[in-house]
């Protein structure tokens, strides 16, 4: 393939205090890297007084990465600001949650200006780029006023929203306009794919044409649907590992007998914690014969602090779930053991398959790769259950779950019921296909979907008159 150029906020490739920690995505990024003798180029994550344009390079494991530091207004209006309190609780469905500033707005645009003007004397007339994620959906236009001509792709990983809370945003023209600078926009599912195409049919009166190709502006780009997987070969070996054993272990041991239900989620409003802890409270209440057999291991590690949202939505889980505990739990047994710090992939896949089910009910996700990491983790004659939100990316795949609204308590006290009475025939039944997507739609295999749509592109077509 042609050398890769990848972009994000920031970088995740192998150092050597990282190698063995990284998650799925990473990692088949870094196998991509590595065969292209590749860059990745992003933020470092650190501050500086004076943006100076001065690139950090750094090679660790085959993997070359390219990093700049940002001033603190860059951070404030740019990642804390526009990127996280307006597009993210937007793209969220959380329009309540939005802040729509004029700073945040023109720091946006001055740090994707700022990625461009620092990233194009390191790129070559064949590189491919591949952007990713919302904090850089108008770098490829500032590719295109720097005469950057090259087969430039976009990768969404969160939800794209529906045009009519998208026409709420100021400018949302000019953001969705930029992303014909592109010549492969990806998208993880078919709804959200659909979701832009509305936005595209109605607002800017384009055609779709073959193969998903729409035009707009002079320009052609090309829009697929494109689920990112798990490292699926390497989750199952690390779930057979010592220290998964180990963990598993260990969490049989602690439940004394008790069937355990696990959730894991960064501590963030769309993942619909509050909403999951009224579910199991009302299946507590429903089902007095069962205080004392089960109990939820929630882990929320902490998230953007700094955002007031998220410091509320701490607030309120913490309340929540000592009143919970406070209701229901006696001298030996407590519903809800409520953990706010995070632990490497190798433990949690340990803890998967200690739970007979695995919550994930979130409001909004783009993906959710913990279903698929609790799918993964399981052992194959005896099986765990999946209840996952309707409204997560990963239920276009793993139609086999149960399906639930996380927005109705009895709904989700129902499916825990129906979880923890299933019979081991129908957990196989339910796990094998979707054990079977998982393994076939891995991360491998969403890397290759998208750079092999990228190389397709015709280099004429990727030009700028």
Known sequence: MSRLIIISNRVSAPTSETAGAQGGLAVALSAALRESNGVWFGWSGEETENFTGHINFQRDFGVTTATIDLEAQDIDEYYNGYANRTLWPLFHYRVDLAEYERGFAGGYERVNARFAETVVPLIDDDDLIWVNDYHLIPLGQELRDRQC????????????????????????HDLVTSLFAYDVVGFQ???????????????????????????????????????????????????????????????????????????????????????????????????????????????????????????????????????????YADAEWVPIRYVNKGYPRDQLAGMYRAARVGLVTPLRDGMNLVAKEYVAAQDAEDPGVLILSRFAGAAEQLTDALLVNPHSPEEVADAIVTALAMPLAERIARWRPMMDNIERQDVIWWRRRFTDALEAVQPAAAAVD
Request: aromatic share 8%.
């Open 149 to 172: 001509h090259n087969r430039i792709g976009f990768f969404l990983h969160i939800p794209w929203p529906p045009m009519r809370l998208l026409l709420s945003l100021p400018r949302h």
């Open 189 to 327: 599912t078919e709804d959200s794919l659909e979701a832009f195409l509305d936005y595209a049919r109605t607002q800017l009166d384009v055609a779709v044409g073959a193969d998903g190709i729409i035009a707009y502006g002079g320009r052609s780009v090309r829009l697929i649907a494109c689920p990112i997987g798990i490292d699926t070969t390497e989750f199952r070996a690390s779930a057979s590992a010592p220290t998964a054993r180990d963990v598993h272990r260990r969490m049989r041991e602690s439940a004394n007998d008790r069937t355990m239900i696990i959730g894991v989620d960064r501590l963030d409003y769309s993942k619909g914690l509050q909403e999951r802890f009224q579910g199991y409270e009302r299946f507590l209440a429903a089902h007095p014969d069962q205080h004392g057999a089960v109990f939820l291991l929630q882990i929320a590690p902490p998230s953007r602090g700094v955002v007031e949202s998220y410091q509320d939505i701490r607030t309120t889980l913490d309340g929540l779930s000592g009143r919970i505990n406070g209701e």
